[in-house]
């Protein structure tokens, strides 16, 4: 009876272990076959009269959620520079990048999203022209808002936004105070990049998102929307001024989580 039951319990401890073995050998198929996880590195590119900080609502949204985010610093001092920089930064990363570009950062974003690092491109209120087109030919696509208003360049070529329209053209729906730092820090860009012509169309082979600011006077909305249909973005409108990055973020992060985790 002894030999018996030992026998049975022998046979019960093989019959287990074949069955551990084939199930952690199934687990290792079901791990190689699964869908790559979504992007995790977010690069988020600024536009002119603003620096990378006014992404902070939006990178402390991200970071949250666990993605690695990285702000560039555009120097604004020619198209060719800022594409410099943001490559800089994309080649940093350990992976796939989704793409961000605020205004002039469209343009930027379009011609450093060729870079094979990157995985699509999201234009936030922002440029998005096509091969030999400027920056300065959409500008013009419209008449400007009464509430907007450039200065002309100074003797280094430097080009601000209007100080006295600054809150009701740039950044509409911030409070006063907030407006009035950013006015005070802004960051001013060499006239002539928006006489530059894009070379490279990252937007004609990557898949691209497009959000529109419906109360922005800076850039406007239609000519936005012209924009991102043409480049065929999937594209979503948030009610919001210029910096609709700032004052609708949750809004704006949502459209980056989509494109990170569409890829």
Known sequence: MKTSFKSSENRRFLMFAILLIVG???LGIDVANAQPPAVKNIVLVHGAF????GWKPVYDILVKKGYNVSIVQNPLTSL????????????????KVILVGHSWGGTVITEAGVNEKVAALVYVAAFMPDS????GKWVAAAP???EAGFTDPDQFGYVYFDPAKFHGGFAGDLSQAQSDFMNASQVPIIGKCFEEPVDNVAWKSKPSYGIIATKDKALNPMTERKMYERGKAQITEI?????????QAEAVAKVIIKAANAQ
Request: proline share 3%.
């Open 239 to 247: 009610e919001g001024s210029h910096v609709v990055f700032i004052s």
């Open 80 to 95: 060719k520079a800022d594409v410099e920089i943001t490559n800089s930064v994309i080649n940093r990363q350990d992976g």
């Open 24 to 26: 952690l050998f199934n």
């Open 50 to 53: 603003a620096d990378g900080s």
């Open 132 to 135: 030999g087109e400027t920056t």
């Open 144 to 146: 400007a808002a009464p």
